[in-house]
């Protein structure tokens, strides 16, 4: 069984930065995609940002420009660098590996990022 464990999530003002860390029980590049997703209260997960095994990624349009995917395949760790944090960007945020088509898809337990008004 594959986990993925997050940490590095807190308290932090707006304008602020953080730094999110996900631990992979595997090889991080064997994963087809791995990324991150987040969940506000009463709103559904959303992809924040995703990067594929050849080395792709992807972000929302809401963390462009902000937001920065990487992942370190010697330690097996993804990382999400958080720079300009907005208070919409509170939630807890997901680190993610799926295959292709979502053959397989695994989660870790969540890492909460509060940015207060």
Known sequence: Q??????????????????????????????????????NSGKQRE??????????????????????????NAKNMLYLQMNSLKPEDTAVYYCNAHGLGFIYNYWGQGTQVTVPL
């Open 2 to 39: 594959v986990q993925l464990v997050e940490s590095g999530g807190g308290l932090v003002q707006p304008g602020g930065s953080l730094r999110l860390s996900c631990a992979a029980s595997r090889s991080i590049s064997s994963f087809n995609v791995v990324g991150w997703y987040r969940q």
């Open 47 to 72: 992809l924040v940002a995703d990067m594929t095994s050849g080395g792709f990624s992807n972000y929302a349009d809401s963390v462009k420009g902000r937001f920065t995917i990487s992942r370190d």
